[in-house]
């Protein structure tokens, strides 16, 4: 499901760590997040011994981007 207030992270299931991203990423507790299509391109660029980690021991979470308005009296 994709949608344009989300960001994406690649969270490994095991541990619950995200991909920090680049060619060999590591995975920390609070890793990058990407747009949809940065993601897409990430996914596409990685080499095929990552790729595989990826869709054997990861997933993609989806998170949406709450845009509230507060004023100073509300905080």
């Known amino acids: 499901m994709e949608d344009r ?21 590591r995975f920390t507790r609070n890793g990058k997040s990407w747009s949809i299509g940065d993601l897409r391109k990430h996914i596409q660029i990685l080499d095929s011994n990552v ?21 100073i009296a509300d905080i």
């Open 5 to 25: 207030n989300s960001v994406y992270k690649i969270r490994k299931r095991k541990d619950g760590k995200y991909s920090n991203g680049g060619c060999y990423p």
């Open 51 to 71: 790729k595989k980690i990826y869709a054997e021991e990861c997933e993609i979470v989806a998170f949406t981007e709450s845009k509230t308005l507060l004023t």
